[in-house]
DNA sequence: CGACCATTTGATATGGATCAAGCGATGTGG
DNA sequence: CCACATCGCTTGATCCATATCAAATGGTCG
């Protein structure tokens, strides 16, 4: 939590600045995105990596939205994560990945090599650090998904309302870019559960939906409560 | 995966040879615990350290098992993951712990400072690099744990029976330290559909059970192949 | 032997899945 | 510009896997 903070932080504040005038490089592997990073585009719904490749890369979302998921032998698919602008993914693991990614919006990402990253943190104690910091933050992410598993469809959906609503901050409002499908996916549940569940949230005050992907978080505190 | 099993070798291997005659240390975090690790005895059921506590001290188990779980404000209870002798815990996040830690029988582990094997991890790349494969090895397994949570009972039990036999190499028996609730609280299940799922596998000869806590893996391929 | 705790087994209830239909927005061709 | 196909989403009816409630069994320790 406090570390996804941080490196949104980061990323927005390395955004609204000159990118010139950086400070004293508090964040190495960051700034190693900017610098050697190259720019790629995604299309909607594009395969930026498959499950099982070698983990060549690392990614910094820039524009756009990325999801990783697992499908299973029978077709179910699990996601495993979310990726906003300012995010980084592609390490979850050391050597092949355990999760395919595909843009869910037309994205753009910096991509830079591992063992770029691997070879600078051999140095540079603090690339290392943030390297260990970022893997323990997706850890801890994780550790919430499989919390989130166990509790009820409400549960669920309010949590992910919450997950969405802290990563847009200072607003009470969120713009969905996945498809209930996704959310389904995400949660381990239907569609149709999804929706139902949104719908008698709405019929709580406890949300609005403007439109099916815009939702309005009336009553936060009552979605914590479900939160358990 | 391969990382634990990396793990389990190194430590069973110290064990077996004479602990004066090392080799080239080739797992300086490892040696760390061996080295500079204090013993310390839990009785069954003690807590080791409490979920929110400063994350101060890594553990490695020396015998007996451990649980780390979580508990949600009306009762239910998470369990995040086993550790048996030869694995290290307590690292999951960088400040806090996000789960508590029990003793499930009683058992013997080796405490470190955190604060220590951070101060060596500057100066000795090789720590760091341990460090991170450990956290990534968490990170595979919390990810593995999510994608066991969106199966059926069915599949949830031979996967969890598959996860025991692949900790104790070279056979095909497991003799569980933990209960019934404990695996149920694992799988995200019932005791009762647990205790009615080994039943069930016992019916179709997949496994026998010779008494409640030792489990014969008659067919471990029609295991693997219910995991999906 | 008797008390206690873990486990199994049985009967019933229920939350979410499944199957199916309707609806609204978006886009396309006539 | 409108009829119509398409796609994503919602709503309704029914079903089923697992939870819940309840009781029996078995193993362990005083």
Redesign the pocket.
Known sequence: MLMQTTVQNVSHGAGRRAPIELPIAPHPLTDAFDLMGASMPFTRNAEIYGEKEPAEYLYKVISGTVRTYKVLTDGRRQIGAFYLPGDIFGFETDADHAFSAEAITNTKVLVIKRSAVTALAARDYSVAEQLLSLTAHELTRAQNHIMLLIK???ERVAGFLLEMLDRVQGRNEVDLPM???DIADYL?????????T??HLEHCAAIA?PT??RILLRDPAALRQLNS
Not at 188 to 196: D, F, K, M
């Open positions: 009820t469809a409400q498809s209930r499908q381990g549940l239907t569609i149709e559960t999804v929706s139902r949104l719908t939906l099916s992907r």
